[in-house]
């Protein structure tokens, strides 16, 4: 490790000295729990010969899911975004629903994917997700439904969605990808809207290398996703509805069995981590590490700071180059804001105006490394470079404007 204390800026990586971290230090790196017994399983999963299309695995895991999260239907999906075209699709969206910009691509595009306009609505600057008062101000004649994004895994404001949804005659669906393990007034997210959707992808904090599901207590609809995750067929040569390829493999199933057996310690694991860069972090000014709330359950996947650039004196871009350089490879989750992303960017040239929120937060938000991948003295070392650097944020930043200058 370099050395780096409050008056040593000069030796950052950036500025020519040694970096931090010889290896990059990654935000998403996979939880990965129960080797020896994941390991067995994809053993009986070679021997058995059945790899795919709801093999037991999938079975198991989908049983003992349903379970943890108190649902009725857990429909496991090959990944998220397939869930999420799956649930839409099944749900009977169309014509224009109602999303937050401020959220991986994947949900806009899985609308835009089948001809449904994502209109974007702005978030609440304070929770990071959807505003209902917003949300009934984007609603029109075209509108079929409502996709609330629990950032974060911090639930939306459940209650006044879901009265929007009922007040407008509304589907609801919630992109839950983020928020597998959290609570909202005491209950597992899973059983809320018409349906949500969970991601378990290989940076997620329950991952099944890639993986999805669609939970809902509508038994009908978990009917009606089960066909389309499978071509539609109900039984040997008897196809019933349209239907793509939606469906988790075994070994994909036999990783989230392995992982969801561990769960409490994981969310032990990364409340931790969290919980050691919050102490470290606070009290620095135009710094906020946002919060978990305290009554509800979390998984603690992300840790996510929000940087004021007026207070600190330097633009969380220089930051996230000065860590970069240090191989800290902090993300700027979700920059720039799906409505100025290639395919939505000239259909939505004027939405800034709806979208102060959004923009906003663009350019405030920085993702840590965080969860099980690193460990105390990382935390401690990540902790202390951005204390450093935010510290000395003008100093840095006028440096910086001097190399780029010269270069
Ligand atoms: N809705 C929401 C709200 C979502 O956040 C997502 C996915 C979805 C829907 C769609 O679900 P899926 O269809 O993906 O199941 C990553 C993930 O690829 C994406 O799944 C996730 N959201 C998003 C928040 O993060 P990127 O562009 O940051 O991915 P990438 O490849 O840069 O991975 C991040 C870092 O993780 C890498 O720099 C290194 C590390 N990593 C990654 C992989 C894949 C590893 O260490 N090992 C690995 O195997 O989007």
Known sequence: MALLSE????????????????SPIHVGRPTIRNREQFLIRVNEILNRGWLTN???YVQEF???????????????????????????RALGMHGEVVVPSFTFVATAHALQWQGIKPVFCDI???????????????LSTRTTGIIGVHLWGRPCAIEELSQVALDHNQRLLFDASHAFGSSYRGR???????????????TKFLNTFEGGAVVTNNDDLAAAMRLMRNFGFSGFDNVVSLGINGKMSEVEA?????????????????????????????????????AYDDNEDSNFQYVVCEIDSEATGILRDDIVEILHAEGVMARRYFYPGVHRMAPYRAEYSDSSRHLPGTEQLCQRVLCLPGGTA????????????????????????????ALRHEG
């Open 7 to 22: 008056d040593l800026y000069s030796k950052l990586a950036i500025l020519g000295g040694d970096p931090l971290f010889k």
């Open 54 to 56: 709801n093999g037991p």
């Open 62 to 88: 989908e049983r003992k899911a349903a379970d943890y999260l108190d649902v009725r239907n857990f429909v496991a999906m090959c990944n998220g975004t397939t869930a999420l075209e799956i649930a839409i």
């Open 124 to 138: 609440d600057p304070r929770t990071h997700n959807l505003d209902p008062n917003e949300v009934r101000r984007r």
């Open 188 to 202: 597992r997210v899973g059983g809320f809207g018409d349906a949500e959707v969970f991601s378990f992808h290989a």
């Open 254 to 290: 036999a990783m989230g069995l392995s992982n969801l057996a561990d769960i409490d310690a994981v969310i032990e694991q990364n409340r931790d981590t969290y919980c050691r860069y919050r102490a470290a972090l606070t009290g620095i000014p135009g710094l906020e590490v946002i």
């Open 374 to 401: 690193v460990d105390a003295t990382e935390v401690d070392q990540i902790s202390e470079i951005v204390r450093m650097v935010l510290r000395n944020g003008r100093t840095i930043s006028n440096e910086l404007r």
